[in-house]
């Protein structure tokens, strides 16, 4: 090893960088899996992936490479703020980041046209491009015949075939990594880059079209399935009717599958509970462990089925490719309302979690109807929500067949609380695009995938990830949360002479009365409020806390009803409809705030999205109390 | 290849029948309000594959109003609004 060498050129020390570009849904992130060995979201619709990835992949030759996956986009010219994500990485403008060493162009190979007229865009950069022909499986199903020699010649760049979902498919991309890889280092200058204008794009598309023509052998069937399924799933009529179908059942599932699941894990709850009870003597352990961790926790835990079933739902309409689907069938109707079609691909995730949600609108081109979808996707019901519904209804509605036995009372009052969420996301998004947000909606130019069926795996991978999600954070914040509501729902201890159960004296109790006088108009005892404040932490956290709250304020005997049961005996059934009411509004939780605080790059939106969700919620919640205390 | 006679020297692909084949003649967004600027809309669409050359047919209507449309440009499904659809000339083929 020479010094002299290493002064004249310094040594790189971090690996090579290339990064994946490609139209939407072409593979891109399948393909950057495979690479890395990461688990990444793949879905069958545009616009799944909005920010920049990255990983490590290690080629044959033992060479380590970093790895970005990378927005998919039509074009570097960035028309939202997802495609900006990939111009600024592929230009090298991405802050405190030199641009990629060379450059992977995912192409779908059943559809080369508008793939190879962003390779041409992308190969004036001047930095290496290797060219993935993705897809091949899905091309030669339907015949289609591609001169991978031929048009590797004509474009001047490296070709290679790929199956991103078979194991095995990226061997070939491996190698010419590689190869690319070790001859890319001199090279690289800055890119110049410049709009194309529509001549430009007209040329390329000449370009391509001569390409083609000699490459491509044979154009192989259209996608006649789809088509055909389409012609009933994007029915003006059947087609919507399937989609109020599909949501309904959705959210009736929630309930009904996840009966028995959820009754299995409240016994074996019972069971621990038990066990510690007749094992540990009585004493503050032994209250810790029962009354705040098992109480606490187990509570929030036994709602896992029903998150579980949820994410079955979205996860498959994401895998089918049916998301896009909806969002043409809707285009009209949120048309109404001034919301874009694909805004429901956003409200839609919205339901598992605002925080994906928040961050698919990147792929809402117009700034206005972007910041009109992330303030009202907190509306859309959460799972986080879900265990408070769940908890309420059992309390509180009986369980009877209604509409002759077809679906439960429970699972349509649940279908009643989303509709209910629904509904004022979309009154506010009314609101807001005629006061605010005014102006014409964005065009709609949005490519329908073709259908796939769902990889059984890839859906149990998925809900296996959420169940691992959730369970860490039942461990994680909810546990240490429960273990500082517990501390504060014990100490300080009842005085000697006390009348009411200790937990009156606690911190917790004192928080709660102080509270309480806010929250008396809306019909909300002390222990609601005291489970409010760490529910704007994690929401599912106040229906920890009520459990713990209740455990602690029950006598010896009443500890072994169900949290539902003890709720039925102390509120009223004004109280638990005002408690639904402002749940359905509840502002959300902070990890959602600081999400829109950074989409929207400072602190105005998430304030203006929290005061109006506060407003709403308590406004709500006066109505329902009042309305339901003169009614019953 | 025909040319397209002077009844139908400019028809616009929102005036397509659902099912008629056609191919695309040229792109014309000043007959489109928009909220983009000037000739965006023209490059959007000449990336999405809607381009003198292409073949176009129509072949999902939405509701209401047979609104937005979801034609086959080639090898690929775009979906869009009549509203913008007026932008692209088409002549169909026999
Ligand atoms: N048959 C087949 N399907 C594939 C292949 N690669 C990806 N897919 C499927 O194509 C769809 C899109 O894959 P993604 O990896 O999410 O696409 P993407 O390019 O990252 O999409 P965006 O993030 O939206 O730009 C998914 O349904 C994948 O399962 C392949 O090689 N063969
Ligand atoms: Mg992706």
């Keep these: 090893m020479s010094v002299q060498a290493s002064a004249a050129q310094p040594p790189r020390i971090e690996p090579p960088r290339i990064a994946l570009v490609g139209n939407p849904n072409c593979g891109k992130t399948a393909l950057f899996n495979a690479l890395t060995g990461s688990r990444q979201k793949v879905a069958n619709y545009p616009g799944v992936t909005v920010e920049r990835k990255t990983g490590h992949a290690v080629s044959p030759l033992g060479r380590r490479v970093q790895v970005i996956d990378l927005p998919g986009t039509y074009s570097l010219r960035a028309r939202s703020p997802d495609e900006e994500v990939t111009r600024d990485v592929v230009l090298g ?6 641009g990629p060493d060379a450059l992977v162009c995912v192409a779908d190979a059943t559809n080369l046209r508008l793939n190879l007229r962003l390779v041409i865009e992308l190969k004036r ?8 022909l993705n897809m091949m499986d899905a091309a030669d199903k339907r015949g289609c015949r591609i001169d991978v020699a031929t048009l590797s010649a004509m474009l001047g760049v490296p070709v290679v075939p790929t199956v991103a979902i078979r194991s095995g498919g990226v061997a070939g991309l491996l190698n010419q990594i590689d190869r690319t890889v070790a001859s890319a280092f ?12 529509s001549r430009d794009l007209r040329a390329y598309h000449q370009e391509v079209e001569s390409i083609l023509a000699r490459c491509v052998t044979d154009a192989g069937l259209p996608p006649l399935a789809t088509q055909r399924v389409d012609t009933i799933l994007l029915h003006p009529v059947f087609g919507l009717l399937f989609l109020f179908a599909v949501l309904f059942l959705m959210f009736q599932a929630v309930f009904a599958w996840a009966a028995a699941p959820m009754e299995l894990i409240d016994g074996a709850i019972g069971g621990v509970k038990d066990w510690v009870d007749t094992t540990l003597p009585d004493g503050a352990l032994r209250s810790l462990l ?60 919205s339901f598992a979690c605002a925080v994906p949600g928040v961050m698919a609108a990147r792929t809402i081109e117009n700034r206005a109807d972007r910041l009109a979808t992330i303030m009202i996707a907190p509306l859309m019901t959460c799972s986080a929500r879900l265990p408070v519904y ?9 369980d009877k067949p209604v509409l002759g036995g077809m679906v439960g009372l429970p699972g349509l009052v649940m279908f009643a609380l989303y509709a209910a969420g629904i509904l004022s996301a979309l009154s506010v998004a009314f609101v807001l695009k005629r006061t605010v947000f005014k102006g014409a909606r964005e065009p709609l130019l949005m490519e329908l995938p073709a259908y796939r069926l769902p990889n059984p795996r890839d859906i ?11 369970l860490t954070r039942a461990g994680t914040t909810i546990f240490a949360l429960m273990i500082v509501m517990w501390f504060l729902a014990s100490f300080p201890g009842a005085p000697a002479d006390a009348t009411e159960p200790a937990i009156h004296y606690s911190a917790a109790g004192m928080i709660g009365h102080a509270l309480e006088p806010l929250l008396a108009p809306i019909g909300f005892p002390w222990q609601i409020a005291v489970a409010l404040v760490p529910g704007i932490a994690a929401r599912e956290v106040a229906v920890g806390v009520l459990g713990t709250i209740y455990a602690l304020s029950g006598s010896g005997e009443a500890l072994h009803a169900s949290l539902a049961g003890a709720l039925a005996e102390s509120w009223s059934l004004p109280t638990a409809l005002a408690l639904l009411a402002w749940y359905v509004f509840a502002p959300q939780c902070l990890a959602t705030l600081s999400v829109v605080r950074r989409e929207t790059n400072g602190w105005f939106w998430p304030a203006v999205m929290f005061a109006y969700m506060i407003a709403l919620a308590y406004g709500a919640a006066f109505v329902v109390f009042r309305v339901a205390s003169g009614l019953l | 290849m025909t040319l397209p006679s002077p009844s139908d020297g400019d028809l616009r692909l929102h005036q397509l029948r659902k099912g008629q084949p056609a191919t695309v003649t040229g792109v ?7 909220t983009l600027p000037a000739g965006e809309l023209e490059r959007r669409m000449i990336e999405m594959g809607l381009v003198e050359g292409s073949r176009v047919v129509i072949l999902h209507e939405g509701f209401p109003g047979r609104d937005p449309i979801a034609i086959r440009v080639n090898e690929h499904t775009l979906a869009l609004r009549r509203a913008e659809a007026r932008a692209v000339r088409v002549a169909p083929l026999a």
């Design chain 1, 93 to 98: 403008r991405f802050a405190h980041e030199e």
């Design chain 1, 125 to 132: 950069l001047g930095r290496p491009i290797i060219l993935a």
């Design chain 1, 186 to 197: 001199e090279c690289a200058e800055p890119c110049s880059w410049s709009e194309p204008s």
């Design chain 1, 290 to 349: 029962t009354d705040g961790i098992i109480a606490g926790v187990g509570s929030v835990v036994i709602f896992l089925p029903q998150i579980l079933v949820l994410f079955f739902f979205i996860l498959v309409l994401e895998a089918t490719g049916y998301l896009a689907r909806a969002a043409f069938l809707l285009d009209r109707l949120m048309g109404g309302v001034g919301l874009h079609g694909r805004a429901f691909i956003p409200l839609l995730s």
């Design chain 1, 390 to 398: 769940t908890l309420l209804i059992a309390a509180f509605v009986p």
């Design chain 1, 460 to 470: 149990a991978l998925g809900l296996f990830e959420r169940a691992k999600v959730f």
């Design chain 2, 28 to 34: 014309d967004e000043s007959v489109v309000v928009t």
